[in-house]
C-alpha cells in the first residue's frame, strides 16, 4: 500500500526527486538501496513516477520501505537531496538552509548550478569530484556509469555498421573481424574493448598514457603505438605542445583509415574535446565504417562530428549519442544508488545522525559548496569566469576535457574519465 505524502518523523529525512533533464530515465536511488538505508533509521521520501523510466514502480519503493510523495517542494525540503543530473537554478532554491544535494553537479561546466547552490545557503557534494582513491572505489560514479557507455558504445558499432564484428567460417568462404580501434583507454574504452572483443572484433586501443597499454593488452586486444606520450599527474593527460599534437593527428589519421569502427573517447578537465578523428580520416576510411564519438558533450572528437545525431559523411556513419547511461537505466540507476549509498556511508553515523568530518578525503574532496561558501577550486574558478562574461557580454564556455587522449563516457570528473590510478582493467 502506498503512502501518499510524507508524515514527519525524528529521523534524518533523504528525498529522491523525479529527475527532469531531457533524455533522463534514470533515478539517483533505487529500492535494493533505499531497503538499506531505512534500516539503519533513516527516511527515504521518493517523488510519485521517479523509477518510471528506469522500470521501477512506486510500489517497489514503498516495498522498500521508502514513502511516496507528489509533491517536488516536499521532495527538496529534505535533509539530504539525491539526484543525477544537475538541477535547474531554479529548482535548487527548493532546497532548505543547511541541506545537502549530492549528485551529478557539474562543477567546472555548469557554473549557474553552483552559484544557486551558494545562493541557498547549502551544502553541495559532486559525484564528479570524489578523489580517486582506492578508498573511494566504491563511490566512484564516474567509473560505474562509464562502464555503461563503453558497453552501449561497443553494441552501438556492431549495430550501425552493418557487416560482422566476428570472423565467420562458411561454406560460402571465410569473413574476416571486424577491425575495432577505441581512442582513449579510460573507463569507457577499456568497456568499448571488452565488449567489442567479446563479440568477436580485432580490437586495438590508444591512449597518449603508455602505463595503459598493459591494460589494453590484459583485454586480449593491441596496442597502438604512435610514439607520443603524455601522462600527467593524477592519472589524466597533459596537454600535448603544438609539435607533438600535430604528429599524434597525422599518425593517426593514416591509423584510423585501415579501422571498421572507430570508438572515441577523450575528455580531459575543463575543456573542449579535442579533434583526434579529422575529416581526412574520415574521407579515407572504407564507406560503412563506424564513429561512435562519446565525447559529443563535449563537442565532439571527431571534427565531423554532429553531437546528439547520426550523419553519413563521405560513406561513413558518424553517431554521437549523448547520456548513454541514461539509455540503460535499470543497471545505470542501480550502479549509481551503490555509490551514493557507499558515499552516505561517510555522512551518516550509527544512531543515523548526521555526521560530516571535512577532514576525510572524500568529503572535503566531494564538496564543492558548504553552507552556500564556494569551497571547490574548480567550481569558484568557473563560477568567476562566468561572471565576468556576463559583464563583458560573453558567458562563460562548458564542456569538458582536450589536448590530449584520456578517457571518457559517462560523465566528466570535473571533466575526464581517466581511470583510477590503481583501478586496472576493470576501474
Not at 526527486?17 to 533524455?23: F, L, Q, S, V, Y
Not at 530515465?25 to 538501496?33: D, K, S, T, W
Not at 544537475?86 to 553552483?114: D, K, M, N, Y
Request: hydrophobic share 45%; glycine share 14%.
Amino acid at each position: 500500500m502506498l503512502t501518499i505524502g510524507y508524515v514527519p518523523a525524528p529521523h534524518m529525512r533523504i528525498g529522491v526527486p523525479r529527475e527532469t533533464a531531457p533524455g533522463e530515465h534514470r533515478v539517483a536511488l533505487v529500492p535494493e538501496v533505499i531497503s538499506k538505508l531505512t534500516a539503519k533509521g533513516l527516511d527515504v521520501l521518493v517523488q510519485s513516477g521517479a523509477g518510471a523510466g528506469a522500470l521501477l514502480s512506486d510500489e517497489a519503493f514503498a516495498r522498500a520501505g521508502a514513502s511516496i510523495g507528489a509533491d517536488a517542494a516536499d521532495i527538496w525540503r529534505s535533509d539530504i537531496v539525491v539526484t543525477i543530473a544537475p538541477p535547474e537554478p531554479e529548482t535548487i532554491r527548493g532546497l532548505g538552509s543547511g541541506s545537502i544535494l549530492v549528485g551529478f553537479l557539474a562543477p567546472l561546466t555548469s557554473p549557474q548550478t553552483t552559484r544557486a547552490l551558494a545562493d541557498a545557503k547549502a551544502t553541495a557534494f559532486a559525484m564528479e569530484a570524489i578523489p580517486r582513491i582506492s578508498r573511494a572505489q566504491s563511490m566512484d560514479a564516474l567509473s560505474s556509469q562509464s562502464n555503461v557507455a563503453g558497453y552501449r558504445a561497443a553494441l552501438l558499432g556492431a549495430e550501425e555498421m552493418g557487416r560482422f564484428y566476428p570472423m565467420l567460417m562458411t561454406a560460402a568462404g571465410t569473413i574476416p573481424p571486424a577491425k575495432v580501434l577505441v581512442l582513449g583507454v579510460g573507463v569507457a574504452g577499456l568497456q568499448a574493448l571488452a565488449t567489442a572483443k567479446r563479440l568477436g572484433a580485432r580490437t586495438t586501443g590508444y591512449d597518449v598514457r603508455p602505463e595503459v597499454a598493459e591494460q589494453v593488452q590484459s583485454l586480449g586486444a593491441q596496442w597502438l603505438d604512435l610514439g607520443i606520450e603524455a601522462a600527467g599527474e593524477g592519472g589524466y593527460a597533459r596537454e600535448l605542445s603544438d609539435e607533438e599534437r600535430a604528429r599524434q593527428q597525422q599518425a593517426l589519421t593514416d591509423a584510423i583509415k585501415g579501422f571498421d569502427v572507430v570508438i572515441t573517447t577523450a575528455l580531459v578537465p575543463g575543456r573542449p574535446a579535442p579533434k583526434l578523428v579529422t575529416a581526412e580520416a574520415v574521407e579515407g576510411m572504407k564507406a560503412g565504417s563506424v564513429i561512435v564519438d562519446l565525447a559529443g558533450e563535449a563537442g565532439g572528437n571527431c571534427e565531423l562530428t554532429e553531437p546528439g545525431q547520426t550523419v553519413i559523411r563521405h560513406d561513413v556513419k558518424i553517431v554521437s549519442p549523448l547520456n548513454l547511461p541514461s539509455t540503460m537505466a535499470e543497471h545505470s540507476s542501480q550502479l549509481f544508488a551503490r555509490n551514493v549509498q557507499a558515499l552516505l556511508e561517510l555522512f551518516v553515523g550509527e544512531d543515523g545522525a548526521l555526521k560530516l568530518d571535512f577532514d576525510d578525503e572524500i568529503v572535503k574532496g566531494a564538496c564543492i559548496v558548504r553552507d552556500g561558501e564556494i569551497v571547490n577550486a574548480g567550481a569558484k574558478a568557473a563560477v568567476e569566469a562566468a561572471g565576468a562574461g556576463a559583464g563583458s557580454g560573453a558567458g562563460a564556455g562548458s564542456g569538458a576535457g582536450a589536448g590530449a587522449v584520456a578517457g571518457a563516457g559517462g560523465g566528466a570528473r570535473a571533466g575526464a574519465d581517466a581511470p583510477a590510478p590503481d583501478a586496472g582493467a576493470g576501474a
